[in-house]
Nanobody, 120 residues
């Protein structure tokens, strides 16, 4: 019954900003590493950013300096603040989390995806 629910996608002009959020819910013992992936039309899903349970972030070069990943452990939520957006950022963004459910082993979970479109 663990699930990740994403929100915050939309249409934005180049240079604009969006903030994505992803909240984990269900029978959870702990939320470990979390991250964001994206998939553009005709391309493979690719990693965007990760953040450890302690808050240490990592980014791919394409978004470094523009995107910020953060988390609120009290809310089991991860965020992706996206600034200076480019058309190349257009994709469906997927949240990912490594979660230990109550009474279960560590398992990976995906959000449902949220569309981000950067266009003038």
């Amino acid at each position: 019954q663990v699930q990740l629910v994403e929100s915050g996608g939309g249409l934005v002009q180049p240079g604009g900003s969006l903030r994505l959020s992803c909240a984990a819910s269900g029978s959870i013992f702990s939320v470990n590493d979390m991250g964001w992936y994206r998939q553009a039309p005709g391309k493979q899903r690719e990693l965007v950013a990760t953040i450890s349970s302690g808050g240490s972030p990592n980014y791919v070069e394409a978004v470094k300096g523009r995107f910020t990943i953060s988390r609120d452990n009290a809310k089991n939520t991860v965020y992706l603040q996206m600034n200076s957006l480019k058309s190349e950022d257009t994709a469906v963004y997927y949240c990912y989390a490594l979660i230990t459910p109550r009474g279960r082993a560590l398992t990976g979970y995906w959000g449902q995806g949220t569309q981000v479109t950067v266009s003038s």
